[in-house]
């Protein structure tokens, strides 16, 4: 397998073409940012830390019967994986208020929420990812109606798969965001789950170990994010 030239560059991770036209090499950096790109800094060790990461839980979601893009790590900041056609969608689920659904609502963070909530988001940086519902994405033709049928089942599928994970290693998934698309007409989970696009707080303390230690300005970021690793067992090498 051979890596060939950059396809696309996000705000912390790049992906290229290789030899294979049904795959590519995701290389995840150091670069953090927030706030649509309005806070971006180089955090020590983040490619590693999150590419490990979310090879681990990949591998995980996959052996529960989720598909996803994850094929195999190739170097500590790069993996292989499968080439999706991306619906332009970002699927959340919170099982505990937090972040925009508390501006939005009004409701205090930490509150409980049963059954947790699911929603989507428009990618779309000039619109500052607007929420949107089933009903806008049939209309526009963001994405087939059965195709994100399936994108919300199996992130409620993930949600029950990475509760019990997080749960069992003494942290609380508070929400987490999941990206979907097309490959052969299937719906695969695309994109990445680590640290960056999810919340995780200490199950006993409800200190924040996520990304919204970047946001927050609150310091030991990657620290955070190698302890949650650590209590799951993953290794940074
Ligand atoms: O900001 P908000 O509260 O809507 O975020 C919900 C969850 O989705 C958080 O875990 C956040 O890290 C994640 N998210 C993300 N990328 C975005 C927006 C949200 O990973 N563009």
């Known amino acids: 397998m051979e890596k060939r030239e950059a396809l696309y560059a996000g705000k912390a991770k790049s992906v290229y073409t290789t030899d294979d036209p049904d795959r590519m ?67 959340v689920i919170r ?15 930490g509150l409980d929420l049963n059954p947790p909530t699911f929603e989507m988001f428009l990618k779309n940086d000039a619109l500052g990812d607007p929420m949107v519902n ?3 994405i049939a209309t526009f033709g963001w994405a087939e109606p059965e195709h994100i049928e399936t994108a919300k089942a199996l992130t409620f599928k993930t949600n029950s798969v990475l509760k019990k994970l997080f749960d069992d290693a003494g942290l609380l998934l508070v929400d987490y965001k999941l990206e979907f698309g097309l490959v052969n007409g299937q719906v695969v989970l695309g994109d990445e ?39 799951l067992g993953i290794d940074f090498g």
């Not at 099982?95 to 963070?109: H, K, M, T």
Request: charged content about 35%.
């Open 25 to 91: 090499v995701m290389v995840f950096r150091d670069d953090t940012s927030a706030f649509d790109g309005k806070k971006v800094e180089q955090l020590d060790r983040k490619g590693k830390v999150n590419n490990k990461f979310n090879a681990f839980i990949m591998q995980k979601l996959e052996a529960a019967g989720i598909p996803t893009h994850f094929e195999a790590l190739l170097s500590d900041n790069e993996s292989l994986v499968k080439r999706l056609d991306m619906m332009p969608i970002e699927c």
């Open 134 to 136: 089933e009903s806008h």
């Open 193 to 231: 789950f680590s640290p960056d696009g999810c919340r995780l707080w200490d199950k006993e303390t409800r200190t924040k170990m996520d990304k919204d230690r970047f946001r927050q300005g609150l310091g030991g970021v990657i620290e955070a994010y190698e302890e949650v690793g650590h209590r």
């Open 95 to 109: 099982n505990i208020a937090a972040g925009s659904l508390c501006r939005r609502l009004g409701v205090e963070e």
